[in-house]
């Protein structure tokens, strides 16, 4: 039996907030980004370090999901991952990626395609160090994307993990944990306009240097 939303195609929605130009954007991507992300912080936006990260398996077949950006470097931007998850693998397999911010307050999108490398073990035991207890537990606990029994499993194991580590002050980053960092080739800046002619200015890395310009909307 069909399910009709017929009023889905009536939602509409005018974009008039801001604009962008050539004029307005800074050198990189990555300044621009950063300067947009403190925008975004500033404007009270659910969720600002949450992006639509998408990977691609042995056969060229994607898969989408949100993570959360961690950090924002001179060469890019970085998450942390059980490396031994299906993103994690996915990613040591085929190093390109494609990341989305979306951050509806201010009507602007962030389209990111990159080359991923991993961070050095000294950042992924930085940020590990500065985790909450239940969440460390819960990364050296969880066999990510493996299918497990119930719930109950799971929970069994945490707790099995949180006796093996009553007493320690410091938890220990296990080694299939860590950091991925998003070295970006191609970067596009979206502002919503009104009658849907957006703006979009793309960066894009040629011949060593960052070349810029605006595509149609």
Do not use: C
Not at 56 to 80: C, H, W, Y
Not at 86 to 113: C, H, M, N, T
Not at 152 to 158: F, G, I, P, T
């Amino acid at each position: 039996m069909a399910i009709e939303h017929k009023e889905i195609a009536a939602i509409r929605e005018d974009y008039a907030k801001s604009s962008l130009s050539e004029s307005d954007v800074l050198k990189t991507p990555i300044e621009q980004f950063s300067k947009w992300f403190d925008e975004a912080l500033n404007s009270a936006v659910i969720e600002p370090t949450a992006m639509v990260l998408s990977s691609v398996n042995e056969q060229g077949k994607p898969s989408s999901r949100v993570v959360l950006m961690k950090d924002i470097k001179a060469t890019g931007i970085s998450f942390f991952t059980n490396y031994n998850s299906r993103k994690g693998q996915e990613i040591i397999q085929q190093p390109f990626v494609s990341a989305l911010f979306f951050w509806p307050e201010l009507q602007r999108q962030v389209r990111f395609e990159a080359e991923v490398e991993k961070l050095p073990k000294s950042d992924s035991d930085e940020y590990f160090a500065s985790r909450p207890r239940g969440s460390q537990i819960g990364a050296i606990a969880s066999p990510q994307s493996a299918v497990i029994e119930n719930r109950l499993a799971l929970e069994n194991r945490v707790a099995e993990v949180e006796a093996e580590m009553e007493g320690q002050d410091t938890i220990p980053r296990p080694e299939f944990w860590g950091g991925f960092l998003l070295k970006p080739y191609r970067v596009e800046f979206w502002q919503g306009r009104s009658s849907r002619l957006h703006d979009r200015i793309v960066y894009l890395y040629e011949q060593e240097e960052w070349q810029i310009n605006r595509l149609a909307p």
